[in-house]
C-alpha cells in the first residue's frame, strides 16, 4: 500500500476508535478527545506505523491548527484575564514548574537519578517536548560524551510521556472529586461573573433643567465622554415631534431628551443636565428609527467611533455595542470588532447609509476566511522558530510550533483586520478547525509513542521511571490546585486551564474543554502558556547544567 494512503487509513483508525474510547463515560467523566493518544500508542503497540516524515508533518500540523484557532478565538478574553488575574495564575503556573524542579532535585540527589535521565522525566511528567531538545543542546554543548547518554534522555521522556498526560487528568478529576465540583455550575458561575463585569445599559428620559448649558452640544458637555452616556432622540420644548439628536445635538432649556448608558453613569449626569422625567421618547411621534446592524466591512474596522463620525457623516447615534452576548457602553474611543452588533438611531435614509458602511452582511459572518488563517499560521511558525535569549541562559529559546502560532493568534485577534484580511472564523467553524487538528496530534503523538512505549515501560527501569514521572506530574498540580480552590477561590474550570497551561499540554485542554460547554479553561490555558513554555525551557536547561 502506497505510505500516504497508509498513513491516511492508519490515522482515520486510530481517530475514531480514539473519539469511541474517549466517549465512554464512568460517572459522568470520559477521556473526551485524549481517547485519541491512547489508542494510538495501542495501534502503535500492534504494530501499526507510518511514514515518519508523514507523521512528523501531521502532528506538527495538527498541534498548529489546534493552538491557532484557541489564540485566535480567545485573545481578548486573555488580554482581560491577564488584567484582572495575570499575576495570581501565572503565579500558579510558577509554582507548579518550581515543584517539579524540586522534585527532579530531590530525585538525583537521593536516588542518585542520571542527570540526563532526570532530565526526561522532567520534559516527559510535564508533556513539554521544547525542554527535550533544550536539555538535549545543554547536554551536548557541556560535552561531546553525553552524546550517548542523549538515549536515556529520550527514553524516559517516552516513557512519562503518556504517564504525564494521565496524571494531569488524573489531578483535574481528583480536585473534581475532592470538592465535589459540579462542572456546570462553575461554568454558570463563569458566566455570571462575565455578566457582572459589564454594568446592564438601560434608558432614561430628561428634561433639561439647566439654564447654564446654553447651547453647548450634548458630547462638550464635561465627563460625558468618560462616563458612555449617549443621547439618541429629542423632543424640542414647545414640539411634538421627536427628533434624532447625536453628540453634535446642542441642548437647550426645555428640552426632552432620552439618554442611554450605565446606571450609575445616568444617575452621575442626570443632575448636571437636568431631571428624570416618566416619558418614553421611542413611543412619541417622529420619523426616529432603530437598527441593529452587524459590523462586517472592514472600513469599519480598527478606527475609535470619533474618527468614524457615524453622528456627523451620517447622522446617526451608536447607542451600545452588542459583543460575544455582552451589551457594552459606547465611547469614542471605543472600536469596533468584526462581528459585533452596534445599536443605531437615526431617521431611515441615515441608516441606511449608517447600514452600508457597516457591512451588516449575515453571509460573511458565515464564512471562513483562509487566506488570513493560513498568514497567521505562517507568522506564528516563523515566530516560532526566532531563538531569542534571556540573561543568564546560555542558550536560544524558541516558542516552537505551540508557542509561536499561539502567540501570533492572540495577536491577530487583537488586531482584528489589516486591509481585507480579518481574523475571524466562526464559531463552528474554529470548533472543527480546533478538534481536527487535536485529533491529528494525538493520533500520530499515540502512534510514535505505543513502539517503544510497553517495552520500555514493562522494563523493571521503566517502571520506576513512570513511577517517579507521575509523582513529579501530580503532586505539584495537586497541590497548587488544592490550595487554588481553598485560599484563593478560584473556579475549578480556570483551574484546569491553568493545570494544563502550565504542563503546555493541548490533550489535557482538550480533556479540560470537553467537561462543559465552556471557555474558561481554554482562556486560562493561553494566560498561562507563553511564561510556562519559557520556565519549562529554562528548568530543563538548568537541571542538566547542574547535575551533569
Same mark, same amino acid.
Given at each position: 500500500?502506497?505510505?500516504?494512503?497508509?498513513?491516511?487509513?492508519?490515522?482515520?483508525?486510530?481517530?475514531?476508535?480514539?473519539?469511541?474510547?474517549?466517549?465512554?463515560?464512568?460517572?459522568? +467523566?470520559?477521556?473526551? @478527545?485524549?481517547?485519541?493518544?491512547?489508542?494510538?500508542?495501542?495501534?502503535?503497540?500492534?504494530?501499526?506505523?507510518?511514514?515518519?516524515? *508523514?507523521?512528523?508533518?501531521?502532528?506538527?500540523?495538527?498541534?498548529?491548527?489546534?493552538?491557532?484557532?484557541?489564540?485566535?478565538?480567545?485573545?481578548?478574553?486573555?488580554?482581560?484575564?491577564?488584567?484582572?488575574?495575570?499575576?495570581?495564575?501565572?503565579?500558579?503556573?510558577?509554582?507548579?514548574?518550581?515543584?517539579?524542579?524540586?522534585?527532579?532535585?530531590?530525585?538525583?540527589?537521593?536516588?542518585?537519578?542520571?542527570?540526563?535521565? #532526570?532530565?526526561?522525566?522532567? #520534559?516527559?511528567?510535564?508533556?513539554?517536548?521544547?525542554?527535550?531538545?533544550?536539555?538535549?543542546?545543554?547536554?551536548?554543548?557541556?560535552?561531546?560524551?553525553?552524546?550517548?547518554? *542523549?538515549?536515556?534522555? %529520550?527514553?524516559?521522556?517516552?516513557?512519562?510521556?503518556?504517564?504525564?498526560?494521565?496524571?494531569?487528568?488524573?489531578?483535574?478529576?481528583?480536585?473534581?472529586?475532592?470538592?465535589?465540583?459540579?462542572?456546570?455550575?462553575?461554568?454558570?458561575? +463563569?458566566?455570571?461573573?462575565?455578566?457582572?463585569?459589564?454594568?446592564?445599559?438601560?434608558?432614561?428620559?430628561?428634561?433639561?433643567?439647566?439654564?447654564?448649558?446654553?447651547?453647548?452640544?450634548?458630547?462638550? *458637555?464635561?465627563? !460625558?465622554?468618560?462616563?458612555?452616556?449617549? !443621547?439618541?432622540? $429629542?423632543?424640542?420644548?414647545?414640539?411634538?415631534?421627536?427628533?434624532?439628536?447625536?453628540?453634535? &445635538?446642542?441642548?437647550?432649556?426645555?428640552?426632552?431628551?432620552?439618554?442611554?448608558?450605565?446606571?450609575?453613569?445616568?444617575?452621575? +449626569?442626570?443632575? =448636571?443636565?437636568?431631571?428624570? !422625567?416618566?416619558?418614553?421618547?421611542?413611543?412619541? @411621534?417622529?420619523?426616529?428609527?432603530?437598527?441593529?446592524?452587524?459590523?462586517?466591512?472592514?472600513?469599519?474596522?480598527?478606527?475609535?467611533?470619533?474618527?468614524?463620525?457615524?453622528?456627523?457623516?451620517?447622522?446617526?447615534?451608536?447607542?451600545?455595542?452588542?459583543? #460575544?452576548? !455582552?451589551?457594552?457602553?459606547?465611547?469614542?474611543? #471605543?472600536?469596533?470588532?468584526?462581528?459585533?452588533?452596534?445599536?443605531? =438611531?437615526?431617521?431611515?435614509?441615515?441608516?441606511?447609509?449608517?447600514?452600508?458602511?457597516?457591512?451588516?452582511?449575515?453571509?460573511?459572518?458565515?464564512?471562513?476566511?483562509?487566506?488570513?488563517?493560513?498568514?497567521?499560521?505562517?507568522?506564528?511558525?516563523?515566530?516560532?522558530?526566532?531563538?531569542?535569549?534571556?540573561?543568564?541562559?546560555?542558550?536560544? /529559546?524558541?516558542?516552537?510550533?505551540?508557542?509561536?502560532?499561539?502567540?501570533?493568534?492572540?495577536?491577530?485577534?487583537?488586531?482584528?483586520? /489589516?486591509?481585507?484580511?480579518?481574523?475571524? $472564523?466562526?464559531?463552528?467553524?474554529?470548533?472543527?478547525?480546533?478538534?481536527?487538528?487535536?485529533?491529528?496530534?494525538?493520533?500520530?503523538?499515540?502512534?510514535?509513542?505505543?513502539?517503544?512505549?510497553?517495552? %520500555?515501560?514493562?522494563?523493571?527501569?521503566?517502571?520506576?521511571?513512570?513511577?517517579?514521572?507521575?509523582?513529579?506530574?501530580?503532586?505539584?498540580?495537586?497541590? &497548587?490546585?488544592?490550595?487554588?480552590?481553598?485560599?484563593?477561590?478560584?473556579?475549578?474550570? &480556570?483551574?484546569?486551564?491553568?493545570?494544563?497551561?502550565?504542563?503546555?499540554?493541548?490533550?489535557?485542554?482538550?480533556?479540560?474543554?470537553?467537561?462543559?460547554?465552556?471557555?474558561?479553561?481554554?482562556?486560562?490555558?493561553?494566560?498561562?502558556?507563553?511564561?510556562?513554555?519559557?520556565?519549562?525551557? +529554562?528548568?530543563?536547561?538548568?537541571?542538566?547544567?547542574?547535575?551533569?
Amino acid at each position: 500500500m502506497p505510505p500516504v494512503a497508509a498513513a491516511i487509513l492508519i490515522v482515520t483508525l486510530v481517530a475514531v476508535s480514539g473519539l469511541v474510547l474517549g466517549g465512554i463515560r464512568i460517572r459522568g +467523566i470520559g477521556l473526551g @478527545p485524549a481517547g485519541v493518544l491512547f489508542s494510538g500508542i495501542l495501534f502503535g503497540h500492534f504494530g501499526a506505523s507510518i511514514d515518519h516524515e *508523514i507523521a512528523d508533518f501531521t502532528k506538527e500540523f495538527g498541534l498548529i491548527l489546534f493552538v491557532f484557532t484557541i489564540g485566535l478565538q480567545l485573545g481578548p478574553g486573555v488580554i482581560e484575564l491577564w488584567k484582572k488575574q495575570g499575576i495570581l495564575l501565572n503565579s500558579m503556573a510558577l509554582s507548579i514548574v518550581v515543584q517539579a524542579v524540586v522534585l527532579i532535585c530531590i530525585f538525583v540527589t537521593v536516588l542518585e537519578l542520571p542527570a540526563l535521565t #532526570s532530565a526526561g522525566l522532567f #520534559s516527559g511528567a510535564t508533556t513539554n517536548t521544547p525542554s527535550l531538545g533544550a536539555a538535549e543542546q545543554a547536554a551536548l554543548s557541556l560535552s561531546e560524551d553525553n552524546r550517548g547518554g *542523549i538515549g536515556s534522555l %529520550a527514553s524516559a521522556y517516552a516513557v512519562a510521556y503518556p504517564g504525564g498526560i494521565l496524571g494531569i487528568i488524573a489531578s483535574m478529576l481528583l480536585i473534581r472529586r475532592i470538592f465535589g465540583v459540579d462542572v456546570n455550575e462553575e461554568a454558570a458561575k +463563569i458566566k455570571q461573573q462575565e455578566k457582572q463585569d459589564y454594568e446592564p445599559i438601560e434608558r432614561r428620559s430628561i428634561v433639561i433643567d439647566n439654564p447654564h448649558l446654553g447651547s453647548v452640544p450634548f458630547g462638550k *458637555i464635561p465627563g !460625558v465622554e468618560e462616563s458612555g452616556v449617549r !443621547v439618541s432622540r $429629542i423632543r424640542r420644548a414647545g414640539e411634538d415631534v421627536v427628533h434624532v439628536a447625536t453628540d453634535e &445635538t446642542e441642548l437647550r432649556d426645555g428640552d426632552l431628551v432620552q439618554l442611554v448608558g450605565p446606571l450609575s453613569e445616568l444617575d452621575r +449626569i442626570e443632575p =448636571v443636565i437636568g431631571r428624570k !422625567v416618566d416619558v418614553d421618547l421611542m413611543k412619541e @411621534p417622529g420619523e426616529v428609527a432603530y437598527r441593529r446592524i452587524l459590523v462586517t466591512d472592514p472600513r469599519a474596522l480598527r478606527k475609535p467611533l470619533r474618527e468614524l463620525s457615524l453622528d456627523q457623516v451620517f447622522n446617526t447615534t451608536v447607542t451600545r455595542i452588542i459583543r #460575544s452576548g !455582552v451589551e457594552l457602553t459606547v465611547r469614542g474611543s #471605543s472600536r469596533f470588532n468584526y462581528g459585533d452588533i452596534a445599536h443605531i =438611531v437615526g431617521d431611515k435614509e441615515s441608516i441606511e447609509r449608517a447600514t452600508k458602511f457597516l457591512g451588516n452582511s449575515g453571509k460573511s459572518m458565515k464564512e471562513t476566511r483562509f487566506s488570513p488563517l493560513f498568514f497567521g499560521i505562517a507568522v506564528g511558525v516563523v515566530a516560532g522558530m526566532i531563538p531569542f535569549h534571556l540573561p543568564g541562559v546560555p542558550f536560544p /529559546i524558541r516558542l516552537g510550533f505551540a508557542g509561536g502560532p499561539l502567540i501570533a493568534a492572540i495577536v491577530f485577534s487583537l488586531i482584528g483586520s /489589516i486591509g481585507k484580511f480579518v481574523w475571524y $472564523i466562526p464559531y463552528s467553524a474554529n470548533l472543527a478547525l480546533r478538534e481536527l487538528g487535536i485529533i491529528l496530534f494525538l493520533a500520530c503523538a499515540g502512534l510514535g509513542a505505543g513502539e517503544t512505549f510497553f517495552k %520500555a515501560a514493562l522494563s523493571v527501569e521503566g517502571i520506576k521511571w513512570m513511577g517517579l514521572g507521575i509523582i513529579v506530574t501530580m503532586v505539584p498540580l495537586l497541590t &497548587t490546585g488544592i490550595a487554588a480552590r481553598v485560599i484563593w477561590k478560584q473556579n475549578f474550570l &480556570t483551574i484546569c486551564g491553568v493545570i494544563a497551561g502550565s504542563m503546555t499540554d493541548p490533550p489535557a485542554l482538550a480533556f479540560a474543554n470537553s467537561q462543559a460547554d465552556s471557555d474558561a479553561s481554554s482562556t486560562a490555558y493561553a494566560a498561562v502558556y507563553p511564561l510556562t513554555m519559557i520556565l519549562r525551557i +529554562i528548568a530543563a536547561q538548568a537541571i542538566v547544567m547542574m547535575f551533569a
